[in-house]
């Protein structure tokens, strides 16, 4: 079993920045892949970054490459997503999981979930 909280959403405007965390603590020796979703309000799940966990590859979905950036630091078993240039429409729960690969990335090859943390991007 793992653990899986975030930290570090909150309310900010447009073209601004938020760092997200992700610690995960439980069984975490075997190597796992870890990433981050997203779900708007009336809107589906949808990938959003993944890392692998030497962090030499990772995936971006299209609507933030350029502007978010995953990283992991497997010494406090931890993955970071820097979300810069904000827009409205990022607006939404962001959740962190873990996945035994970073690619595809996707919900249902999800195998830990967080609670999720509140991004909210005013125009």
């Known amino acids: 079993q793992v653990t899986l909280v975030e930290s570090g959403g909150g309310l900010v405007q447009a073209g601004g920045s938020l760092r997200l965390s992700c610690a995960a603590s439980g069984r975490t020796a075997s190597p796992y892949a870890m990433g981050w979703f997203r779900q708007a309000p009336e809107k589906d799940r949808e990938s959003v970054a993944s890392i692998t966990w030497s962090g030499s590859s990772t995936y971006y979905a299209d609507s933030v490459k350029g502007r978010f950036t995953i990283s992991r630091d497997n010494a406090k078993n931890t993955v970071y997503l820097q979300m810069n240039s904000l827009k409205p429409e990022d607006t939404a729960v962001y959740y962190c999981?873990?996945?035994?690969?970073?690619?595809?990335?996707?919900?249902?090859?999800?195998?830990?979930w967080g609670q999720g943390t509140q991004v909210t991007v005013s125009s």
């Open positions: 999981a873990t996945g035994r690969l970073y690619t595809p990335w996707v919900p249902e090859k999800a195998a830990y």
